[in-house]
C-alpha cells in the first residue's frame, strides 16, 4: 500500500490517495486500486477527508449550545405558561358546568310543580 498525491490543475488542489496493487495471472499483468484519503491542505499540510463517509460531523461550540438551550428554556416556560392557563380555564368550565347543571334541575323541579298545577286546574 502507498500514499499518492495528485494534483488539479483546474480547482488547484491536491487530492491525496490510497494505493493498493494487486496481480492478474491470468493477465500476467499487475493493477492498482486506488481509494481517496481526501485533500492536502496546503497550510498544514493535513489531509482533510472529503465525501459524506469522511467528513467529520461539526461539533456545536459552546455558545451554540448555550444558546440552543436557552431558546430551549424559553420554549419550555411559554408552553408550561400556556399548560396552567388551559388548566385553570378548564377548572373554570368545570365550575360553570356544576353550576348549570343544578339550575338545569332547579328549573325541571319548578316545570314539574307547574305542570302539576296545570293538570289540576283543567
Do not use: C
Request: glycine share 4%; aromatic share 6%.
Amino acid at each position: 500500500m502507498a500514499i499518492i498525491k495528485q494534483y488539479h490543475k483546474a480547482s488547484d488542489t491536491t487530492y491525496v490517495y490510497e494505493s493498493s496493487s494487486y496481480w492478474i495471472p491470468e493477465l500476467g499483468q499487475s493493477r492498482s486500486k486506488r481509494t481517496l484519503l481526501g485533500k492536502l491542505d496546503p497550510e498544514t499540510g493535513e489531509i482533510v477527508p472529503t465525501g459524506k463517509r469522511g467528513r467529520k460531523k461539526k461539533e456545536p461550540s459552546a455558545e451554540e449550545t448555550a444558546s440552543f438551550k436557552e431558546q430551549l428554556s424559553a420554549v419550555s416556560e411559554s408552553y408550561m405558561e400556556q399548560i396552567r392557563q388551559q388548566k385553570l380555564t378548564i377548572q373554570q368550565q368545570e365550575t360553570q358546568i356544576r353550576d348549570l347543571s343544578k339550575r338545569v334541575i332547579q328549573l325541571e323541579s319548578m316545570l314539574s310543580k307547574v305542570k302539576a298545577i296545570l293538570n289540576q286546574e283543567n
